[in-house]
């Protein structure tokens, strides 16, 4: 390597180091510096060690434009809702609820909250039925394995049963009074 090229890769380094320096002597202890790795090609988030993938967030978008689309015309997607299109709408939405699960996944790990062997069994079941009963455009597509798939419905089982855990003791009656309350949103 030429002294320049030493210089270029120097630079840099150094520059890195003075400001950990810089940033690590005014701490005393109450700031936290966290690298990460950067996220992959095929990945959307990550949180702790767990990654939604994109070919993860296909699969729930696909799912909820098919489900729409029975609802709705399909050239509603593109339609102007105050700001924002039916399209980003869902978009968002769905990068939420995957967030939740993953959060809720993890959490219930740290919970030691489990599937037991029934579960298990049917999340293996359902995910092979819902792999095969996708066409060969679908797969192309959705680019996923049916392991990813098995993943997936177990996080989100993981993620319910956590939720039924924390809410059992919750009062989740609805009086009277509110039942009688309406609330609108226009679409």
Do not use: H
């Amino acid at each position: 390597m030429n002294r320049k090229g030493k210089k270029r890769t120097l630079v840099p380094v150094l520059s890195m180091v003075l400001i950990v320096m810089l940033l690590c002597s005014g701490c005393k202890g109450k700031t936290q510096i966290i690298l990460t790795t950067p996220l992959g090609d095929n990945e959307l988030f990550r949180i702790g060690d767990e990654v939604c993938t994109v070919e993860e967030a296909k699969v729930f978008l696909t799912t909820t434009q098919n489900q729409y689309e029975t609802l709705i015309q399909p050239d509603m997607w593109d339609k102007d809702f105050g700001g924002m299109s039916l399209e980003e709408y869902v978009k968002e939405s769905i990068l939420s609820q995957l967030t939740q699960i993953k959060s809720m996944a993890l959490m219930a790990e740290e919970r030691k909250v489990t599937l037991d062997e029934s579960e298990t069994k049917a999340i293996s079941a359902a995910a092979k039925e819902y792999y095969q009963s996708l066409t060969a455009e679908e797969l192309s597509y959705l680019g996923i394995t049916v392991e990813q798939v098995e993943n997936l419905y177990t996080q989100y089982a993981l993620a319910e049963k956590l939720y039924e855990e924390v809410t059992a003791d919750v009062d989740t009656e609805v009086s009277d009074d509110d039942a009688r309350v309406i609330r609108i949103q226009q679409i």
